[in-house]
């Protein structure tokens, strides 16, 4: 028995050496990783080149902050208010998440969003662009650049058929019909992805309609007016509605890569979406091939482009890692991070006056809009957010997939779904 014990006496302390020996090693080493803090990030980025960015972004950061670890989560767009709400809700919230503080401006007004206006990085930013920052006179994010929605064209299929760049309504048509009439689709549809049929309505209505009526979407949630009040949305959608009956094949059967693709070849003409595309075309190296128009929607030929600072990201009210999500937000203006955006040129500045020497030529089409034409904050004021914003949006998609596309009658139905909201 006593034999036994100084076995097991032996083998104990060979145990504690060995244990000793790893505290001074490889322990050690677990440790340190284990009190690295984790900021989670929550965002939409579908685009391939897009997400390279966001990886090169957080590497920079993690290198020049070593106790920082960023954690990325990305969720189609479809999905995403909805999933964040739930963890929201679920008091399951991400640190850091990407959006526009005036489309969650309901997020903001319930105390979800935490308040970055006395942050000292705040000086980094163009105050043009902090404008759209705002809610309720308080700042909530960090802006990278700028978004807007209009129309993508293929310029060989233009030169081929003598086609220039239509400035009005009745010159898109046109073209369109000349399009058509050469066995081209006029406008790849992408319907299968249901954000895809909102920029239908969007790329009209963010321009001219919204400048001329900038408290729209605030009176109409207030219940004082109606969608039926505004003669220039009615016209927005008339036109939506004009470009819609130019069809595009299996419109609902086809995602926004195809869509992009019958583009790209030549297959399609035009394209209604956003900037977000613009990576997409650099990725695969036709941005050259593609230029950029905004949707005519004026009854002149000085359309309107909706241009608002995008690529925005928020820190969570909820968050354990406020301070650390901060330092990320603050890494977005310093000149290191903006270089990481900026690296492939296909985000258009929040400042015209910058080098373009590596922007794509797509982005020179947007900057030269801005420079050239008319464009128009589309976040000066509130927009929908919330239950008003889901159900605008899904009203978009359903007047999308309607063939009879009744102006008068869509409108009374979404005034109807608005004013069961209130």
């Known amino acids: 028995m006593k034999m036994r014990n100084k076995i097991l006496s032996s083998m104990l302390c060979t145990a504690m050496m060995a244990a000793a020996l790893l505290l001074g090693t490889g322990l050690t080493e677990v440790k340190a990783e284990e009190e690295k803090e984790v900021v989670t990030l929550f965002h939409h980025i579908g685009e391939e080149a897009a997400r390279e960015t966001l990886e090169k972004l957080i590497a920079g950061f993690e290198e020049a902050n070593e106790g920082i670890t960023i954690e990325e989560q990305g969720i189609d767009f479809s999905q995403y208010d909805t999933m964040l709400k739930t963890k929201l809700a679920g008091g399951d919230a991400p640190d850091l998440i990407m959006g526009r503080p005036k489309m969650y401006a309901d997020l903001i007004r319930a105390g979800h969003i935490e308040p970055l206006t006395n942050e000292e990085f705040i000086k980094n930013v163009e105050p043009a662009a902090l404008e759209s920052m705002k809610v309720d006179g308080e700042i909530y994010a960090i802006p990278t650049n700028q978004g807007g929605m209009g129309i993508f064209y293929n310029k060989k299929v233009f030169e081929d058929n003598g086609v220039e760049i239509p400035k009005t309504h009745e010159a898109l048509l046109e073209a369109a019909k000349k399009f058509q009439d050469a066995g081209i689709t006029p406008f790849a549809h992408g319907f299968q992805e249901s954000w895809m049929s909102q920029c239908e309505i969007q790329s009209d209505l963010y321009g001219y309609a919204l400048q001329t009526n900038p408290m729209m979407f605030k009176e109409i949630a207030a219940g004082e007016k109606k969608f039926a009040d505004y003669p220039e949305f009615k016209e927005c959608v008339q036109r939506t509605a004009d470009r819609l009956a130019f069809e595009g094949g299996d419109d609902f059967g086809t995602d926004a890569a195809k869509a992009r693709n019958m ?80 690296e492939k040129g296909y985000d258009i500045p929040c400042a015209t006056e910058v080098d373009t020497t590596n922007l794509s030529p797509i982005v020179l089409d947007f900057i030269d809009i801005q420079k050239n034409g008319k464009v128009y904050n589309y976040e000066t004021e509130d927009i929908f957010s919330g239950q008003y914003d889901a159900t605008f949006r899904k009203w978009q998609e359903e007047f999308a997939a309607d063939t009879e596309r009744d102006v008068d009658a869509m409108i009374e139905q979404l005034d109807g779904e608005i004013g069961a909201i209130q």
């Open 263 to 342: 583009l790209i070849n030549g297959e399609a003409a035009m394209l209604v979406s956003g900037n977000w595309e613009i990576s997409e075309f650099v990725n695969t190296g036709v941005d050259e091939q593609i230029g950029f128009f905004a949707t005519p929607n004026t009854n002149d030929d000085q359309p309107v482009l909706g241009l608002a600072p995008d690529g925005c990201y928020m820190i969570t009210s909820q968050s354990e890692h406020i301070d650390a999500a901060k330092k990320f937000i603050e890494y977005l203006t310093t000149p290191e991070g903006a270089a990481i955006l900026n």
